[in-house]
């Protein structure tokens, strides 16, 4: 089967880091694994150690996996997305990105 990964990232508005995480994590996650082929999803904020100096204008980011046809789940979101309950408390500087996996998972070995 088919496996994408969704890279959403984004920023909370000034001051509001708290209000946006809770939304994000207890709110936001929930309705879009709502949207069929979505079958997981985690966040992680950006860390102090970089291979590389440059500037990252996001601080967050969320990793949606989809099983199946991208464009599907990708339409299905978009379908869901007006019935979404949204925050003031993020940022309007979101930036999206899909990638379709091209190579098996590989693991350390133990």
């Known amino acids: 089967m088919a496996r994408s990964v ?3 990232f984004t ?3 000034d ?3 708290a209000e946006f995480n809770r939304w994000y994590d207890e709110v936001h996650l ?3 694994l709502e949207a069929p082929g979505f079958v997981a999803a985690e966040r992680f904020d ?3 150690a970089q291979m590389v100096e440059a500037e990252r204008p996001h601080r967050y980011l ?5 099983e199946g046809d991208p464009a599907e789940a990708l339409n299905a979101l978009q379908e869901l997305a007006p019935k979404m309950n949204m925050t003031s408390a993020m940022a309007k500087d979101a930036e999206t990105s899909l990638y379709s996996q091209i ?3 590989q693991e350390q070995a133990t």
Do not use: F, H, Q, W
Request: charged fraction near 30%; proline fraction near 4%; hydrophobic fraction near 40%.
């Open 103 to 105: 190579s098996p998972r």
């Open 11 to 13: 920023n909370a508005t």
């Open 62 to 66: 969320a990793i949606y996996e989809i």
């Open 15 to 17: 001051g509001d880091d």
């Open 30 to 32: 929930k309705e879009v």
């Open 46 to 48: 950006l860390g102090e």
């Open 6 to 8: 969704l890279l959403v």
